[in-house]
């Protein structure tokens, strides 16, 4: 069982930036990929971002050259550096992770948090 707490949202003026983190707890063998979701108002979830467990990076095209995605696995944990804030980047962002629970052939699971949200507001 594994369980994804978000941290770092809030209130941004367009322009500025922000960090989120994702840390993952639980019965944890490895993490392979680590990912950030977003979903806006009327709006579909998409993927922003993510990273491989050795580093390999992702992006969604919108948030290029914006935002950067790292992770440290001797945390377990995902982070997404925010920056040049706009007001479209307002949504609920979710982390999600590609879990191995129990050895190097356990099976992998998918996980996501609850979501925090970052509005992006004048």
């Known amino acids: 069982q594994v369980q994804l707490v978000e941290s770092g949202g809030g209130l941004v003026q367009p322009g500025g930036s922000l960090r989120l983190s994702c840390a993952a707890s639980g019965s944890i063998f490895s993490i392979e990929n680590m990912n950030w979701y977003r979903q806006a108002p009327g709006k579909e979830r998409d993927l922003v971002a993510s990273?491989?467990?050795?580093?390999?990076?992702n992006y969604a095209d919108s948030v290029k050259g914006r935002f950067t995605i790292t992770r440290d696995n001797a945390k377990n944990t995902v982070y997404l550096q925010m920056n040049s804030l706009k007001f479209v980047d307002t949504a609920v962002y979710i982390c999600n992770a590609d879990v191995r629970a129990t050895s190097v052939n356990g099976r992998l699971m998918n996980y996501w948090g609850e979501g925090t949200l970052v509005t992006v507001s004048s």
């Open positions: 990273i491989s467990h050795a580093g390999s990076t």
